[in-house]
């Protein structure tokens, strides 16, 4: 698969540079972070072609990469990028190195990243929804520990940014940002940083690790969300084909939690379960209402013996986020949470951000300020 990497000097795009990542390459999708797996990456930007500038130089230019998933959004991500080309390249192209990287399948984003990070690059912008945002947040971290800049002597570190183009945008709500890619390269430019949360998942083994950066949810929710992600060429509207399929056959669990490593306790018929580092899901679902990813807390929100019934008679609620005072919805703020099925069935579903990360067990837990964003 090749990933064509291009830079802005002084204004015009040119190309410098080309990788591929062909099957056996050590740059492969890495669905989780299992360190036992992991082995240090051949360079997808070697320094005899590096996209970025002297570490000794004394030019002030910020080295930027754009991840683009081309084919987000049914493809408009893709078509909306190229249409914002000559407004970027006006906006950053005088003080700022361009590199535009076009994610090739799932998990290619976060290859990028990594590389990005270990080669200098000021800031690393996601291009996209929430989705190619969950990726690249996996791209800070490897093995279980933050991905650093190969100069042991660089004084500062890789920012997250985001220009969001996708369906949901989700995590961009919670800042109060419009779905404005104009908008966002301003704050780009501008280059201003502010630290964030980010939750670790760990399963069974504590060897694999998974993160995120808006919501992980437990049971329904989770599933909805799994066939919500078939359906993503309906926009939004996948959201409600997936919550009406993940219906059918539903049954509410009992389930086992440890909140900040204390004692067991007994959820029982729980509907969902939302661990909330941000405030929606869904579409627009403000979740977690309470949940602010600089806090270095979860908002966790249970929602116990939901009939369909009450979704459809509280679905103004949950998007609202005035469902906290509703009848069996509880909210804690937590730093840790375990979550163990008692059925032992193994058919609890678990997702992050949207993406479907398999069954119950899991652990969650907060890195405070984990990320410098720009915003």
Known sequence: MACCYQVSLGGGIVVVAASSFSVNSKLKP??????????????????????????????????????????????????????????????????????????????????ITREAIREGADAVVAVGGDGTLHEVVNGFFWAGKPVTNHNREATRSTALGLIPLGTGSDFARTLGWKNDPCEAINRIAKGLRSPVDVGVITGESEEESHYFINVADIHLSAKAGYFASRYKRFGNLCYVIGALQAFMGHKNQDLRIKVNEGEWETCSL??????????????????????????????????????????????????????????????????????????????????????????????FCILPSAIEMIC
């Open 270 to 363: 729980v509907t969902a379960l939302c661990i909330g580092n941000a405030k929606y899901f869904g579409g627009g679902m403000k979740i977690t209402p309470n949940a602010d990813p600089s806090s270095g807390n979860f908002e966790v929100v249970i929602l116990q013996d939901f009939k369909w019934y009450d979704f459809i008679l509280k679905l103004h609620r949950l998007y609202n986020g005035t469902h906290l005072s509703v009848k069996n919805v509880s909210s804690r703020s937590v730093i840790s949470i375990e979550v163990e099925d008692i059925s032992g069935s193994g058919s609890i579903y678990v997702q992050s951000d949207g993406e479907h990360l398999g069954f119950l067990p899991r652990k």
């Open 30 to 111: 890495i669905p989780f972070l299992k360190a036992e797996l992991l082995k240090p990456m051949a360079s997808d930007l070697s320094p005899d072609r590096s996209i970025f500038h002297d570490a000794s130089s004394s030019s002030p230019r910020r080295d930027l990469v754009f991840i683009v998933n081309p084919r987000g959004a049914n493809g408009r991500t893709g078509k909306e990028w190229k249409k914002l080309l000559p407004y970027l390249r006006s906006r950053l192209g005088k003080n700022c190195n361009i590199c535009e990287s076009m994610t090739s399948g799932p998990y290619h984003a976060i290859d």
